[in-house]
């Protein structure tokens, strides 16, 4: 049996944090072990921007946000084994896992879970109708699109309105697919508005709030889903179904905890959050065992994944070497953003929700009324608030994400370097989708240069060989 | 020209393939899905009932006590999991009392073995989850489960390894009688010439009757609707719970699956269509109300799917198994027990097809038994450790949630009969059966299958015909 003081399971954003925390606080041993072939997590296939605001500063796509953590790991010369998978663990934190050289034990003085979650699948929801192809989950079409380069439907519909749900309604228009519609079945959204705003209302796709799939249809492939009304009790209203035809169902129905290995050893799980009940030091009720990310509980943004991951890998080292555990950083406060479309005006009104930082400021912007005069704005805290409303509202401007791909079948995710005018968006994809690319490419490489006449360059968000 | 011609590779079909591929003849299954169990051996309890409910002297009786006896046998020679978990039959009043006395006569007379009349605190000494209002239980040591979709693929796999040859996509619409024998055509006009005919086409076996002239009886699809749960309910029961079947009829069931899986249900509704496999609000709704008599709660946030079996219920209130035109046979209007009775029935088959005047004799090389398939998740450390030096697949896990690996379901596409669809290697291997739901495993599944079949991944089907995964690649602007 080989020996660590501490192993890590799990390589995406928190499995990361917490073991550059670790090395950082004196384990010299310290092992991740991830079951995919590179690390990053989901981040990988969260192609688009919006990580990193809080952490950085500034707006990432996922792959950026991970390749800045995947340095700091190999910059920390820390092990790190993927395609492997942890296949048990026991309390007294053998750690056993399995991979193409074996299978094998690994006694660890201390152990982070790092696991991250999956998603919940249909039938842990009861759609009745028939079970044909076409009924998939967000993460695996994101999936197919994003990392195999696959579409896995032509026309959709979409149940569930998180982010997951919102960020794919966009990702599939982009790609030229029809979204019908996005059903939710609670009276609001429980995605950020930002989201709501950038990947719903400015493709023009319906959000129907209360309401949700009653039936799926057809026998070989899907053909349509009934959406009904539902009452304040979730029930459906007879007499207002609805058939919508669609090739797809897309399933954005939340996410759970991936607590397979916390079961096996009997960590003591939170009914609630259904992740292992965890205190300050993010140590779980087994000493030695810690947690952090979305094995804990859902976590929206990944900047407070990394936070949290950063103290569970620091207590990992510390119980490890024999020190007393330390918490976070008292008084170090989230900013929660804007959710749901309540934050929204009606469409065409002049309320603006900021997205510069965090604070998703509501700003009022007024026309000038005469010529010579400025726009009025109200509502901002600052300055760079008062410009983003007016350009918003003037002529707005998005940060495009996309993929393109490379003549072996890879695809590399790629972002346009600054936002470019909303309307040029189609004009812009049209180009991106005529050009296949070649390996080996870096992270910030020009691939298209002043796209479409725009100021904006296509860069490339991953490096890839 | 074929010996015999077996129409349906349901679990009926393919236990008769078996036992006829004991003979020196050529077998033709023929199968209208791409996949074989695709029908209701795919979808039903998997209960080995002990015998104690049909009529007694009907075909259902003496095949389903005989089938019984015979599975445990037949389940180790195929490889595939059995468990003898018992069964207990509960009565909640007097009529229900009254009703469980005439049960546990009737066994006896159907030579059921070791049936026994409980109360209700001796009832749930046995099972604790069960509900305080349990007064009386009549409780069957012989019954067990079965997983009969894997129990239909190893009986075909075994045939085939045989000799026996599959026709997959099959669907035969037309039979003509000749002097020899029957020319069978598919739809897409295949066609294929046999001796004898054995029709084991489930709810369609009234349809194949027709077409060599017997009209005598109709099938009519009765929905089963169900529930699963995930292995987390397992500690919900281990012995299979029945409701006395009383005035309102038969009642649903809760069982432990050979996976350790809660399976409750079914309903039993009649249907127009035998296509019609859907999962009804109302249905579920009724099987939640149904199993909340026998416990005082049940899990039913675990549920990780439900499903609808169609039984081919036939108007005869008993087995067809006879021969209308010489040289044909029916195993017609298979319902259950058809699944407990369908080695009892191939053996009955058989004994018609020799009395008829088949002259065959027994194969020297024949073999009952396969190789059991290597299930990853089950085996130690030490073994895992060794499966992976020898073939490093076994060290790729595709399915996280029951831990398969590349080698399973690459066995699975290779093995008698392989799988050829998402669908296909699932229930070979249980890759996507897990509490994911596929989510995380079709795509790892879908690129090993296009791979293996040397297909394009858009041309991968869920299960067969139509039901495609992809619409083909994004960036359709890219050049070529
Ligand atoms: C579609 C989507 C969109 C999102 N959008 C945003 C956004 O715009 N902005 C933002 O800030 N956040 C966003 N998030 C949230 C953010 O991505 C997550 O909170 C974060 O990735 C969670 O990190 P984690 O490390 O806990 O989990 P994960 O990223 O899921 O990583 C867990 C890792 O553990 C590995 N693993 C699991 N079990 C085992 C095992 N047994 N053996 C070995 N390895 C194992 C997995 O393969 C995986 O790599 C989004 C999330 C999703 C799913
Ligand atoms: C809800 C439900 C619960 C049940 N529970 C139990 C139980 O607990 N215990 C038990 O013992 N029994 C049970 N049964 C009964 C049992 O499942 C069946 O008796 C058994 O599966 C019948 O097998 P079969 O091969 O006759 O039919 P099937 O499995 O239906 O096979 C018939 C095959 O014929 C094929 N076919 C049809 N038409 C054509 C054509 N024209 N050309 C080519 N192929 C064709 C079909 O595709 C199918 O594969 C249950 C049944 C249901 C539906």
């Known amino acids: ?465 | 020209m074929y010996k015999a011609a077996i129409i349906g590779a349901g679990v009926v079909g393919g236990m008769t393939a078996r036992r006829l591929s004991a003979y020196d003849m050529s077998i033709a299954i023929l199968e209208k899905e791409a996949d074989v169990a695709m029908g209701q051996s795919k979808a039903n309890s998997g209960i080995v009932h002990a015998g104690f409910d049909p009529k007694p002297g009907s075909l259902k009786a003496v095949l389903n006590v005989e089938g019984n006896r015979l599975m445990e046998k037949t389940c180790a020679e195929l490889g595939v999991g059995y468990r003898k978990n018992g069964a207990l039959i509960v009565a909640f009043n007097d009529e229900d009392m009254k009703n469980l006395g005439i049960l546990y006569e009737r066994g006896a007379e159907n030579g059921v073995e070791g049936l026994k009349l409980l109360d209700g605190d001796q009832a749930r000494k046995m099972e604790k989850n069960l509900s305080k209002s349990v007064r009386g239980a009549l409780y069957a040591p012989t019954s067990g489960v079965v997983c009969p979709y894997e129990l239909t693929i190893e009986a075909v796999g075994n045939a085939m390894d045989n000799g026996a040859e599959l026709y997959r996509n099959f669907k035969v619409c037309d039979i003509k009688k000749e002097a020899h024998g029957f020319i069978i055509e598919a739809e897409d006009g295949r066609i294929i010439e046999s001796e004898y005919v054995i029709n084991c086409a489930g709810i369609y076996s009234d349809k194949i009757a027709s077409m060599v002239g017997d009209d005598s009886f109709t099938v009519t699809p009765r929905a089963g609707e169900y529930m699963l749960l995930d292995k987390e309910a397992g500690y919900l029961t281990d012995a299979t719970i029945f409701k006395v079947p009383d005035h309102m009829g038969k009642g649903v069931l809760a069982t432990k699956t050979v996976d350790g899986n809660i399976l409750l249900g079914p309903t039993s509704v009649d249907r127009e269509d035998k296509e019609d496999c859907k999962v009804t609000a109302g249905g579920l709704a009724v099987v939640k109300e149904k199993e909340m008599r026998f416990f005082d709660e049940v899990p039913f946030d675990k549920v990780i799917t439900q499903f609808t079996g169609l039984r081919a219920h036939g108007d005869k209130g008993d087995f067809i198994i006879n021969s209308p035109v010489k040289g044909f046979i029916n195993a017609a209007g298979i319902e259950s027990p058809g699944l407990t009775s369908a080695p009892a029935i191939a053996v009955k088959i058989e004994k018609l097809l020799l009395e008829s005047g088949m002259h065959v004799s027994l194969k020297e090389n024949y073999n009952p038994c396969r190789k059991k398939r290597v299930v990853f998740s089950r085996c130690s450390p030490e073994e895992k450790n060794r499966l992976i030096k020898e073939n490093s697949d076994y060290g790729q896990i595709i399915c996280r949630c029951e831990e398969v690996t590349k080698a399973e379901i690459l066995d699975a596409i290779r093995t008698n009969p392989g799988a050829v669809d998402v669908d296909g290697i699932k229930r070979r291997t249980r890759s996507g059966m897990g509490r994911c739901q596929g989510g995380f495993c079709m795509p790892g599944v879908l690129e090993i299958l296009a791979e293996e079949l040397k297909k394009a991944p858009e041309e991968i089907t869920k299960k067969g015909g139509d039901s495609k995964i992809l619409f083909g690649r994004l960036k359709a602007g890219e050049k070529k």
Do not use: W
């Not at chain 1, 705003?197 to 009653?214: A, G, M, N, W």
């Not at chain 1, 096996?264 to 030091?281: H, Q």
């Not at chain 1, 087994?286 to 990394?306: Q, T, Y």
């Open chain 1, 1 to 465: 049996m080989k020996n660590a003081q501490v192993v890590i399971i799990g390589g995406g954003p928190a499995g990361m944090s917490a073991a550059v925390a670790a090395k950082e606080a004196g384990a010299e041993r310290v092992m991740v072990i991830e079951r995919d072939s590179s690390l990053g997590g989901i981040l990988q296939q969260c192609i688009h921007n919006g990580f990193g605001l809080h952490k950085f500063g500034e707006e990432l796509t996922g792959p950026e946000y991970a390749e800045r953590y995947e340095k700091l790991v190999s910059d920390a010369g820390i092990e790190f084994l993927t395609d492997t998978m942890v296949t048990d663990l026991s309390r007294d934190r053998v750690v056993t896992c399995v991979n193409g050289n074996g299978c094998m034990q690994i006694k660890a003085d201390a152990v982070v879970l790092a696991m991250g979650c999956r998603e919940r699948p249909r039938g842990a929801l009861n759609v009745p109708g028939e079970r044909p192809a076409g009924v998939i989950t967000a993460g695996t079409a994101q999936k197919f699109v994003n990392m195999k380069g696959y579409l896995p439907g032509k026309k959709i519909v979409i149940l569930g309105s998180g982010d997951i749900g919102l960020i794919m309604a966009r990702r599939m228009t982009l790609e030229g697919v029809e979204v019908k519609a996005v059903c939710e079945i609670m009276e609001d959204s429980g995605g950020l508005t930002r989201n709501i705003v950038q990947c719903l209302r400015d493709f023009e796709i319906p959000l129907k709030l209360h309401h949700t799939v009653t039936e799926i249809h057809g026998k070989e492939r899907v053909e349509g889903v009934t959406v009904t009304e539902v009452d304040d009790k979730l029930n459906p209203v007879r007499g207002t179904e609805e058939y919508i035809s669609c090739d797809t169902l897309m399933l954005s129905v939340g996410l759970i905890p991936e607590n397979e290995l916390s079961k096996k050893a009997e960590i003591k799980m939170d009914l609630k959050t259904k992740g292992p009940v965890i205190g300050e030091f993010k140590q779980t009720e087994v000493p030695g065992i810690f947690a952090c990310g979305n094995v804990v509980k859902v976590h929206e943004l990944v900047d407070f994944v990394s936070d949290e991951g950063e103290i569970a890998g620091r207590n990992a080292a510390r119980f490890a070497l024999g020190k007393d555990l330390e918490a976070g950083e008292k008084g170090k406060k989230h900013v929660t953003e804007k959710k749901g479309v309540k934050n929204l005006a009606p469409e065409g009104e002049p309320v603006v929700i900021c997205t510069v930082c965090p604070v998703g400021c509501k700003i009022t912007v007024t026309s000038p009324e005469k010529e010579g005069e400025e726009f009025k704005t109200e509502g901002n805290t600052c300055s760079r608030g008062r410009a983003y409303a007016i350009k918003e509202v003037t002529s707005p401007e998005r940060t495009l994400t996309t993929v393109m791909r490379c003549g072996d079948g890879t695809m590399v995710p790629v972002k346009t370097d600054r936002p470019i005018p909303k309307d040029k968006i189609f004009e812009c994809m049209k180009i991106i989708n005529e050009k296949t690319l070649m390996l080996p490419i870096k992270l910030g490489d020009i691939i298209i240069e002043k796209i479409g006449e725009t100021e904006a360059n296509v860069v490339c968000s991953k490096s890839l060989s």
